[in-house]
């Protein structure tokens, strides 16, 4: 089962703010950058954020990450009707000769 | 524009071996400090790292499937590959291939779209 904790759901009317959490342990959050990844139902993971707060190119910045302790969060302001999808953070773990871990997830919906 | 794309059989019995390729094209598999791994999804739930390979030969794997995988890299046909053996049903998933940056940062910033397999007799 997975080492990072996400709530499973999260929703909000378009153009409002919704934050999503991830929590983890001294062996990943605590120890290494967390990202985050945007799934639209049916196609491949895109990378959102990279470490903790960075944005590829041609991520809008309406998306934001920040990380505290052992925890992670992101935001996603002036929300969408394309921003519905899963959500997933993930990071490195140094436990059992290193793996990386991925969050369970979480659903946003556009109400 | 790098780009990936997995290949491989969509239905592999119970108790065989799962083999799928990942094709590199658009750059080098051989670029410093980039491994190249493995991804799955089991039908409505979530990811699931398998594992990460470098070009010289080092690997990463999930410890749940340790036993079990293999990942390789073929730099004379920039292509990676996953093996998986005694599969049993609970393999049934969308695999993914993607390129994963490693140390001190790790993550995956170009993923190939997918390929289903089904385990089932």
């Known amino acids: 089962q997975s080492v990072l904790t996400q709530p499973p759901s999260a929703s909000e009317t378009p153009g409002q703010r919704v934050t999503i959490s991830c929590s983890g342990s001294?062996?990943?959050?605590?120890?290494?950058?967390v990202n985050w990844y945007q799934q639209v139902p049916g196609t491949a993971p895109k990378l959102l954020i990279y470490?903790?707060?960075q944005r590829p190119s041609g991520v809008p910045d309406r998306f934001s990450g920040s990380k505290s302790g052992t925890s992670a969060s992101l935001a996603v302001s002036g929300l969408q009707s394309e921003d519905e999808a899963d959500y997933y953070c993930?990071?490195?773990?140094?436990?059992?000769?290193?793996?990386?871990?991925f969050g369970t997830g979480t659903r946003v919906t556009v109400l | 524009q790098l780009q990936l794309q997995e290949s491989g059989p969509g239905l592999v019995k119970p108790s065989e071996t799962l083999s799928l390729t990942c094709i590199v094209s658009?750059?080098?598999?051989?670029?410093?400090?980039?491994?190249w791994a493995w991804i799955r999804q089991p039908p409505g739930k979530g990811l699931e790292w398998i594992g990460s390979?470098?070009?010289?030969?080092?690997?990463y794997y999930n410890p749940s499937l340790k036993s079990r995988v293999t990942i390789s890299v073929d730099t004379s046909k920039n292509q990676f590959s996953l093996k998986l053996t005694s599969v049993p049903a609970a393999d049934t998933a969308a695999y993914f291939c993607?390129?994963?940056?490693?140390?001190?940062?790790?993550?995956?910033?170009?993923w190939g779209r997918g390929t289903t397999v089904t385990v089932s007799s």
């Open positions: 658009g750059g080098s598999i051989s670029r410093s400090g980039y491994y």
């Open positions: 993607a390129r994963h940056r490693f140390y001190p940062y790790y993550y995956m910033d170009v």
């Open positions: 470490n903790n707060n």
């Open positions: 390979s470098y070009y010289t030969g080092s690997s």
């Open positions: 001294s062996s990943n959050i605590g120890s290494n950058t």
């Open positions: 993930a990071a490195w773990d140094d436990s059992l000769d290193g793996r990386y871990v």
